[in-house]
């Protein structure tokens, strides 16, 4: 399994952006699909955004649509979550995650979909 280790998250006023990187161990990072999660101070962890192992396709959660953006470089064993136009409801910890995908345009919403998850870093969003 792969080894995951997030960061770039913070505090940001409302407005705001950042960008969060999830860096990967192994030398097969191509092979897997890749996934944001969320979880928010007494609320069950939720889907933001998947992609696939070549980066081709993605599937974003309504709530992030048009202000965050994913994106993964294969060469770097990274995937990176671009998030604009942060609001206050977007405080969470960010989880990445990975799973193995058999063909390259395979996304997954869902966390049990997922076999390796990072520590996750922590998004704090002021009003």
């Known amino acids: 399994q792969v080894q995951l280790v997030e960061s770039g998250g913070g505090l940001v006023q409302a407005g705001g952006s950042l960008r969060l990187s999830c860096a990967a161990s192994?030398?097969?990072?191509?092979?897997?699909?890749m996934g944001w999660f969320r979880q928010a101070p007494g609320k069950e962890r939720e889907f933001v955004v998947a992609i696939s192992r070549g980066g081709g396709f993605t599937f974003y959660a309504d709530s992030v649509k048009g202000r965050f953006t994913i994106s993964r470089d294969n060469a770097k064993n990274t995937v990176y979550l671009q998030m604009n136009r942060l609001k206050p409801e977007d405080t969470a910890v960010y989880y990445c995650?990975?799973?193995?995908?058999?063909?390259?345009?395979?996304?997954?919403?869902?966390?049990?979909?997922?076999?390796?998850w990072g520590q996750g870093t922590q998004v704090t969003v002021s009003s």
């Open positions: 192994g030398r097969t990072f191509s092979m897997y699909a």
């Open positions: 995650a990975a799973r193995s995908a058999l063909y390259s345009g395979d996304v997954y919403t869902g966390a049990t979909d997922y076999t390796s």
